[in-house]
Every structure is written in C-alpha cells, then in structure tokens.
C-alpha cells in the first residue's frame, strides 16, 4: 500500500524537481525504499518490503510524466507475526486472492522547486480508486557512491481502507490510513 504510494511520490518529486532538464526513466531502488502505514487510532506501523516500480519524468512537461508501482501484498509486516498473518487474511488484505496492489499515477502537479503532488489510482483488494500524495523532493543528481544518477523522495499521504472493502473493526481501529514514504530511484541507463 506504502510500497504503492512510495513510487507515487518519488514521481511527484520528480515532478516537483526544477533541477531536471530532460525526461529520464528511474527504477525504484527497494534497498534505498521504504512505504510504512498506519490506521488511525493505532500506534502500530506496517511496512511492505516487496515491491517495484518505474518512473518516468519531464520537468519541462510534468503531465507527460508516468509512474507504475507494484507491492506483493505478502510481505506486509508490522513486527508481531500474529498480527502479520491475520493482516494476511481473508479479513483484511486478503493476499491469496490479491497478491498484488497497484499505484498507476495519472496527474502530476508542482507545487515549487522542491514540492508537488501525483495523483493516481491504487488498486488494493480488487478496488481501484483515486489517492493523492504530497511529495517533497529530497536530491535529484549523481550518488557519489556508486556514480549513479539517482533521485530521493519523501511522500505523505491517507486513504480510507473502507474505500477498499477493509471494514474489519471499524469504529474500533480507524478508517483513516496515514501513509509514508521515503524512497530512492535509480535512473535507467
């Protein structure tokens, strides 16, 4: 879900980035990534571990840019194998039936030099709907350790998980789902 929104916000930073010239491809880097959520009223984070995606972005033509994300839904852990295997369930993220979400993303926007949003739809559970992330751009240039070309981005942003037909406990664990992403892209060669 985070993993989703991750590669969301790494798009919305570039698209925020005045310092990119022309378009450029990116490949999420899971190494240098992550996506953590949490439903409101919980102090519990979740993280997905298994994802992938590709950006591909234009400062000079930030609607043309395009971004797609992938996150095996089996690898969401909060840290409590318990929960992690209920969370897996029929009840919540139902992984057998939905091994994969999606974050296709269809607007992009900049705010300033440094800031913007993408909006996309994320698909979880079999339902696709809109989501909006504020994305902030971190660096965009050559990583002095391994001389790649690469790009850092911190995205923020909540969704309902009811709008995804996850209803389990409502009322007692929150609707709301806050969504944070950090993420770090690696420019195709």
Same mark, same amino acid.
């Given at each position: ?18 310092? &990119?010239?022309? &378009? ?166």
């Amino acid at each position: 879900m985070r993993l989703t929104l991750a590669s969301v916000s790494m798009i919305a930073a570039f698209l925020a980035s005045a310092t &990119a010239s022309k &378009a450029a491809d990116y490949t999420i880097d899971p190494t240098h990534s992550h996506v953590l959520f949490t439903p409101s009223g919980v102090r519990e984070d979740g993280r997905s571990s298994d994802f992938s995606g590709n950006i591909s972005f234009d400062a000079n033509n930030v609607p043309a840019s395009k971004l797609n994300v992938t996150i095996k839904t089996d690898s969401l852990q909060t840290q409590f194998a318990p929960r992690d295997k209920d969370l897996k369930g029929a009840d919540w993220f139902n992984v057998t039936e939905f091994p994969e979400m999606t974050f296709v993303g269809s607007e992009f926007a900049k705010k300033d030099d440094h800031t913007g949003t993408i909006t996309g739809k994320l698909t979880l559970h079999g339902v696709t709907k809109p989501v909006t992330l504020n994305v902030v751009v971190n660096k965009v240039g050559q990583n002095p350790l391994d001389k790649i070309d690469s790009a850092g981005f911190s995205a923020r942003g909540t969704f309902k998980r009811s709008d995804f037909g996850m209803k389990t406990y409502l009322g007692a664990i929150g609707d709301d789902v806050d969504l944070i992403i950090e993420i770090e892209a690696k420019k195709k060669s």
